[in-house]
């Protein structure tokens, strides 16, 4: 009896230092078992290949281009020694492996979670402005800043840091959407909750700065971890989504974490678990390029910002959807010799952590910080630049482009989804073609002119010759977007002259949603500019609006339809200094 006694007290104290997680196994199928293990790589290593990939450098290039990548490794953290990984893509990837091969694995509700905050942190970033009102109170980017009483950068404790930012975020945001986000179950780590705060400050990041100053049927079980609390908590917290233009997402999600809470609590429905992972139609059964069980609902967009269906998940373009891993900039400001550091913070699913003796599967979280792969990055732009390739950036341009201020960029594209942001050391740089998508304020259209010779914006093309510009006008007013100038040897407009002389606007030819129609209206503080030629393609029977147009410029002399001529001039004279330029590079 004392034996006994002696035993159960022994169990209880293990209970107490070693708590165990809340569980439930759910059967579902009486599935043969795998063949083997599959491999496993450090966590280490498999962020090295994330970073290799982010930089978009390939095993090849390494091994055989004798390019160093520069890692930059600060902080790392995932509760496990090796994982199974698939790459970018390791939570979704490993269903899939349980599904086929008949693989336990294990959900939580940490789990869940993070792919719903990330769902929800690709949707903020898809509609920032539109949601700005509801998410701050203030137009552009605010600094939060954490002081870090350290030395240097290796020092910094990025666990306290991500904690700061995330109260920050919760004191310089409106509502509750912090600490919505913030993953805080029976089941979560310390690596977990640091893994939701970073995908915190992703979803916010179009409002923020970030700167640390120093001074289904395949798969025949499934243990779902936490209490029916916690599970509770997921769907109360999911529920909240709703207030930010995400009833269409929430509610397709209502019913499946009911049933999860559901079956938290002992009620099983095994036919709803059947339907987590399930790859098979009417029309092809077993088809692995088709997922249409519930679990396609956690994944709301793509990684160009579009809608998914919710109920189907194409996984032979698995590629299109967006990272599991997400990534945020923050700046450390050496408050004493004031150099500044760009660093990432990376959270996400980094692997499965596998069971050798059962075979389950159980997604990991983890976190890293870094050295902002400035170095990797340049290497990848000049590859890329020297072999002719755009530059395409949508949104924000990498810190890297700022080691382009003695090289020549050949082309540069930059597509601002909404207000443009240029840093100061955009000015410098030496940019052959330029071209910029998004609403251009009157002074930024006239420092680009005034910046770089061949500039393509939404409305205009301008290109300098050398003793004169040639504009090309779509839409909009034509005097606001010449002004500044000076002088323009060819200005094209490409519309249909309508109307009467008190009705000085012209349709466009190429319509588009946002666009206004091409119009003749000189405001009142216009600046001079010497105009040559103008070249307008026009409906000939209604002419009114181009004498008013002669009549503004006396001096210019006016064709109807394209001076191809001229243009085929212009084109040789663009083609002949920009190779002029590039053998400069070269040499």
Not at 269 to 284: I, L, P
Request: charge should be negative.
């Amino acid at each position: 009896m004392k034996k006994y006694l002696s035993f159960v007290l022994l169990m209880v104290l293990l209970g107490i230092a070693f708590p165990l997680r809340a569980q439930v196994t759910i059967k579902i199928e009486r599935l043969s078992k795998p063949d083997s293990l599959l491999p496993v790589q450090s966590p280490k290593d498999i962020f090295k290949t994330f970073i290799e990939e982010d930089a978009g450098l390939t095993k090849y290039a390494i091994e055989h281009k004798g390019i160093h990548v520069d890692y930059g490794l600060l902080a790392l953290k995932v509760d496990a020694d090796s994982l199974v990984t698939f790459g970018s893509h390791s939570f979704i990837s490993g269903m899939r492996e349980a599904y086929w091969h008949h693989r336990p694995i294990t959900l939580s509700p940490d789990m869940i979670w993070v792919l719903i905050a990330q769902g929800f942190s690709h949707h903020v970033n898809a509609n920032a402005e539109a949601l700005r009102d509801r998410m701050v109170d203030f137009e552009g980017k605010k600094e939060l800043t954490c002081i870090c009483d350290v030395e240097s950068i290796e020092q910094i404790d990025w666990e306290k840091t991500v904690d700061s930012f995330s109260i920050k975020i919760a004191e310089n945001t409106k509502g509750d959407i912090a600490e919505i986000i913030k993953a805080d179950f029976s089941t979560t780590t310390q690596v977990e909750r640091i893994a939701s705060e970073i995908t915190l400050m992703s979803a916010v990041k179009d409002y923020f700065v970030f700167t640390a100053a120093m001074i289904g049927c395949g798969i025949p079980y499934v243990i779902l971890e936490g209490t029916p609390d916690d599970w509770q908590r997921v769907y109360d917290k999911a529920m909240q989504l709703r207030d930010y233009d995400l009833e269409w997402w929430i509610d397709e999600l209502e019913p499946v974490l009911r049933q999860i809470v559901a079956s938290s609590k002992g009620e099983t429905n095994k036919r709803f678990w059947r339907n987590m992972f399930r790859v098979h139609t009417k029309k092809a059964y077993g088809s692995p390029e088709c997922l249409d069980g519930w679990m396609a609902k956690f994944f709301p967009y793509n990684r160009y910002e579009e809608r998914l269906p919710l109920d189907t998940l194409y996984l032979n373009n698995i590629d299109r959807l967006p990272d599991e891993m997400v990534k945020v900039d923050a700046r450390v400001f050496n408050m004493m010799t004031g150099e500044e550091t760009f660093v990432e913070l990376w959270a996400g699913f980094v692997g499965l952590a596998q069971n050798n003796e059962n075979y389950m599967l159980t997604p990991k979280m983890g976190w890293m910080v870094r050295v902002k792969d400035v170095g990797n990055e340049v290497q990848k732009l000049k590859m890329e630049n020297e072999e002719g390739y755009s530059l395409r950036f949508v949104q924000n341009l990498p810190v890297a482009l700022r080691q382009f201020d003695t090289l020549p960029i050949r082309k540069l594209e930059i597509d601002f989804r909404e207000k443009p942001y240029f840093p100061e050391w955009f000015w410098d740089l030496n940019i052959e073609q330029l071209r910029v998508e998004g609403k251009i304020s009157e002074e930024e259209r006239r420092n680009l002119l005034q910046h770089f010779d061949d500039v393509t914006l939404d409305n205009a093309w301008y290109f300098n010759t050398g003793d004169g510009w040639v504009a090309h006008i779509k839409n909009g007013n034509v005097f606001e977007q010449i002004e500044g100038l000076k002088h323009i040897k060819l200005l094209c407009l490409d519309a249909t002259i309508i109307g009467h002389e008190d009705d000085v606007k012209y349709r466009p030819i190429r319509v588009g949603p946002d666009w206004e129609p091409l119009n003749i209206e000189m405001p009142e503080s216009w600046e001079e500019v010497q105009v040559d030629s103008i070249s307008v393609r026009l409906n000939e029977s209604e002419n009114a609006p181009l004498e008013l147009l002669k009549k503004q410029l006396p001096k210019a002399v006016f064709k109807t339809g394209y001076d191809y001529s001229f243009i085929s001039s212009m084109l040789s004279l663009q083609g002949r200094l920009r190779k002029e330029q590039s053998q400069k590079h070269k040499k």
